[in-house]
């Protein structure tokens, strides 16, 4: 199991930056895959932006705004958030996929909140 610590979520108005840390347990070089899921109040949890194969990927309404980026010496993922918009609002989650043999597991930070409002 990867345990998986966020730091970085806050308060700001809309236009404003954000800057989300997930620290690993372990080493991430050889993840399957490691991002960033949020969940607003009363909807569901959905991909923001998700690093794998080498490959970064976004949620078409973050494009633009939000970029991913890992550090692998510090087991780090980062979620840059520029232009904030109140819809942003949502508890953000790290998350990280790992094969154990053929099995995919799937573990998840405690989340931290972001809340973007004038």
């Known amino acids: 199991q990867v345990q998986l610590v966020e730091s970085g979520g806050g308060s700001v108005q809309p236009g404003g930056s954000l800057r989300l840390s997930c620290s690993a347990s372990?080493?991430?070089?050889?993840?399957?895959?490691m991002g960033w899921y949020r969940q607003p109040p009363g909807k569901d949890r959905d991909l923001v932006a998700v690093?794998?194969?080498?490959?970064?990927k976004y949620a078409d309404s973050v494009k633009g705004r939000f970029a991913i980026s890992r550090d692998n010496a510090a087991n780090t993922i980062y979620l840059q958030m520029n232009d904030l918009k109140p819809e942003d609002t949502a508890v953000y989650y790290c998350?990280?996929?790992?094969?154990?043999?053929?099995?995919?597991?799937?573990?998840w930070g405690q989340g931290t909140q972001v809340t973007v409002s004038p």
């Open positions: 998350n990280a996929r790992k094969y154990i043999g053929r099995t995919l597991n799937e573990d």
């Open positions: 372990e080493s991430i070089f050889n993840l399957a895959a």
């Open positions: 690093i794998v194969g080498g490959q970064l």
